[in-house]
């Protein structure tokens, strides 16, 4: 009996698979977690601030200047074509990260006065160098999924919060000015750069071919049209907090709102992304053999109904002493803000652990006109405590709700795609 289970977890699979994202990830996440309660008390809520504007501007460039080509990486029939794919992804994010170096060097100074940071301008500049090194990150596991190595994925992970961790706790311990923003940078570019030892260039470089390069440009054109823009809004409207805080409130208020915002999503982020990753690649492949994903969507979301609402309702129900006790009492406010965020964080990750639909279906479109009423949605609550000068909580709360129903509106269309598509396989006799 028990060899059969050994030699059933042995075979490749979507719960093994899982599983060891999941492991990896849940380590990599609790790390963050284990030392906040070591980083709250080394550094006051004005420097968690400045790490909440440093940290959004790194992974809005990390995630958006290879302008998502690294996402097309798993689709390709032929690997010689993924190792082509991966190549024009660095090689863009290069070139885009030295244009915005010079830009934010010429600029930083008014962004700095804008947000009522100075210290921010010497900072700035360099966030392009981390942002690339982040994007050389997710570009490297998309090339490791589609080759199954997840434990090299999971071991990424790994290496690249613990190196965060570290440093941020040493520049805590030597009182670092910032030293929670300067051990970020530094912990990213060590971890993320130790990713150029897990790939085979030598491989990558052989199948390099100037027609394919071009080719697969065009091919994958959809990506930088339409999902490009579509996760600039995303980004923008999930996390222009970092920029309107500062100037309706301050940097302390928005140090608060940060903590809160991070460590709510934190406890059960590791399990959507782990689904999402694994769901990124198996969806594709049943996409090829079965022309539909109805029954791989239906295996998967009640299961992760069932694990995320338990977690959110405790954090809905106990949040303020949870982060009293563990913060510190001088976090009372976050504990507050997280309760207030917690019913929207939970459709959220409903909604984020099924979005690669719109990347494998190719509507791309669809995503695109979704974040657009995104931004508009976070935008005008923004203008709205604005002009009427509204508190921290009311805005909190309003945005908090506006952004639960449009979650729930995105997740709704992605079960209507593939709904539709079951019905689009079975008139054409490939599904039954």
């Known amino acids: 009996m028990v060899k059969k289970i050994i030699t059933k977890l042995k075979k490749p699979g979507f719960l093994q698979d899982t599983l060891v994202l999941m492991t990896g990830t849940a380590i990599a996440q609790s790390i963050p977690i284990l030392v906040s309660p070591i980083l709250t008390r080394l550094f006051d809520a004005e420097e968690f601030g400045m790490l909440s504007i440093v940290s959004f501007i790194v992974f809005f460039l990390g995630t958006l200047s290879g302008l998502k080509y690294e996402l097309a990486i798993v689709l390709p029939h032929k690997d010689s074509d993924a190792d082509n794919l991966y190549f024009l992804t660095i090689l863009v994010s290069f070139i885009v990260n030295a244009i915005l170096f010079i830009l934010l060097f010429a600029t930083a100074r008014p962004i700095a006065i804008l947000l009522k940071t100075p210290k921010l301008q010497g900072i700035l500049p360099w966030t392009a160098l981390v942002g690339f090194s982040l994007l050389f990150f997710n570009a490297s596991n998309y090339y490791l999924i589609r080759q199954r190595k997840f434990v090299l994925v999971a071991t990424n992970k790994i290496t690249r919060t613990s190196g965060v961790a570290i440093f941020q706790i040493l520049a805590g311990v030597i009182k670092i000015k910032f030293g929670l923003t300067y051990g970020f940078g ?85 399990i959507g992304q782990s689904i999402s990753d694994v769901y990124l690649k198996r969806a594709s492949d049943e996409l090829k053999r079965k022309g539909h994903l109805k029954d791989l969507f239906n295996k998967l979301i009640y299961k992760v109904i069932a694990t995320s609402a338990p977690i959110y309702i405790l954090l809905f129900l106990f949040a303020k002493p949870i982060f009293t006790f563990v913060f510190g009492h001088n976090w009372e406010m976050a504990g507050l803000f997280a309760k207030i965020l917690a019913p929207w964080l939970f459709i959220r990750f409903v909604y984020f652990t099924f979005s690669q639909t719109f990347t494998i279906l190719e509507k791309l479109n669809y995503n695109l006109i979704l974040q657009s009423v995104n931004i508009t949605l976070s935008a005008l609550v923004f203008v709205l405590a604005y002009f009427y000068h509204w508190t921290i909580k009311t805005w909190i709360m309003t945005f908090s709700s506006v952004m639960s129903c449009f979650y729930l509106a995105g997740f709704l269309l992605i079960l209507h795609l593939i709904n539709r598509q079951y019905k689009q396989a079975v008139a054409k006799g490939i599904a039954k």
């Open 186 to 270: 530094l912990g990213q570019i060590t971890g993320n750069t130790l990713n150029f030892f897990r790939i085979k260039y030598r491989k990558i470089i052989h199948n390099l071919k100037k027609v394919k390069l071009i080719a697969l440009l065009r091919r994958y054109d959809n990506f930088p049209k339409l999902s490009f823009p579509a996760n600039v809004l995303y980004r923008l409207s999930v996390e222009t907090y970092n920029f309107i805080l500062p100037i309706l409130f301050d940097l302390k208020i928005l140090g608060f709102y940060y903590l809160a915002y991070r460590m709510t999503i934190a406890p059960i982020t590791f």
